[in-house]
C-alpha cells in the first residue's frame, strides 16, 4: 500500500477518515481521494447526520475493526464535517498494520 490516512506518534496517531451518513449499511469502504489529494478512510454508517450520532456509529465501526475499546478513539477535528480526524490511543505500529490489512481486505 503506498499510503495511509494516518500520522503516527507517541501515542498513535491521527487517522483521518470521511463518513457517508444515511449508508444502506455500515462498513469501512475502502481508502478515499479528494479533489485536493487527500487520502482518507471511507466510512459508511446507518445513523443520521444528528447529534452526534453518525459521529458515534463512525467510532463503533472503527472501534470493532480495529479491535480497540471506543475509549481509544475520539473526534480531533470535523466533528460535524464528513471529513473527520480521529485520534486513536494505542501502539501506532499496531494500529498502522491493522488499518493496512483492512485496506487490502477492501481491495481483493
Known amino acids: 500500500m ?3 490516512p ?3 506518534d507517541d501515542g498513535g496517531g491521527l487517522l483521518f477518515i470521511r463518513v457517508t451518513p444515511k449508508s444502506a449499511r455500515g462498513q469501512i469502504a475502502g481508502l478515499h481521494t479528494g479533489a485536493d489529494g487527500k487520502l482518507s478512510l ?10 452526534g450520532k453518525a459521529n458515534e456509529a ?6 470493532e475493526a480495529l479491535g480497540l475499546p471506543k475509549r481509544s478513539f475520539a473526534i480531533a477535528a470535523g466533528a460535524t464535517d464528513r471529513l473527520k480526524t480521529v485520534r486513536i490511543a494505542g501502539d501506532p505500529v499496531t494500529i498502522r498494520q491493522k488499518l493496512n490489512d483492512i485496506i ?4 481483493s
Open 2 to 4: 503506498s499510503g495511509l
Open 6 to 8: 494516518f500520522k503516527p
Open 42 to 51: 471511507q466510512v459508511k454508517v446507518r445513523a443520521q447526520p444528528e447529534k
Open 104 to 107: 487490502q481486505d477492501q481491495s
Open 58 to 63: 463512525a467510532i463503533e465501526l472503527l472501534a
